[in-house]
């Protein structure tokens, strides 16, 4: 197994492995959503006077959609199909007054999942300056030679790792450094549960540090995979990708200094 997996491994299950990890993803649901006061009035005058139209156009403004529906993607991305489909509005408009104005207001208004909130965190915890140096922009981190986290969007750091680094890997990356000389990427994932999902977003970080590039890859992996025995994640870390760099944030700045 390799030894920061190993080491991972060890933290998860023999200290308070989510107490600290709580300080890299501190996922906190959110207060409610704030909706347009403009636009609320619409939807209290499209509702009052039955108007199905008008009601369905407003409320697909939203940022969320009071009712989880299947045909409520392509309404909103096609405004013009509302007119053409009024089986469909009407059927979604009925389930909408049954729901009534407050039932509405209510849904529309719910925090964020906090699955949805966990992918700026990792980095919001990098610019606390948790690996000894802050995250700089590209032109300082270029600037030198000296230790650096570079800060800047996923697509910034895919740029710079395909042109610097020969990386021609698809998925966009969460971390990029230098220590000690060397070039460090990789992504963050923090897999909460076991399932399709999750289990394609450990995949995504296990092809990443598969890749071919003149850098060190690791994957920077927290959560359910690190439980002994109890999934096929455990199983792969333990059993099968020995020779590749797979760790929790918790050990990172230890991994970064021994380059």
Known sequence: ??????????????????????????????GIRAIDETLWDQV??????????????VLLKLDLFPI??????????????????P???????????????????EKCTEPKETNRQIGPLFRRWLNRGVLGVT??????????????????????????????LNYNHDKGLDFVARFNGKYVIGEAKFLTDFGGHQNAQFNDAINTVKTDVNAVTIAILDGILYIVNKNKMYRSITEELDDYNIMSSLVLREFLYQL
């Open 44 to 57: 209290e005058q499209s509702f009052n006077e039955r108007n199905n139209i008008d009601l369905l156009k």
């Open 87 to 105: 089986n469909t509005v009407d059927r979604l408009c009925g389930r909408l007054y049954e729901m009534g104005l407050g039932g509405i207001y």
């Open 68 to 85: 989880k529906d299947s045909y409520v993607a392509y309404l909103k991305r096609d405004e013009s199909s509302i007119e053409r489909n």
């Open 135 to 164: 995250p700089t922009p590209l032109k300082q981190f270029l600037s030198t030679n000296d230790n650096a986290v570079l800060d800047a969007s996923d697509a910034q750091m895919m740029l710079f790792a395909r042109e610097q």
């Open 1 to 30: 197994m390799n030894y920061w997996a190993r080491l991972s491994i060890e933290f998860a299950n023999q200290r308070n492995y989510l107490d600290k990890l709580f300080s890299v993803y501190p996922t906190i649901p959110e």
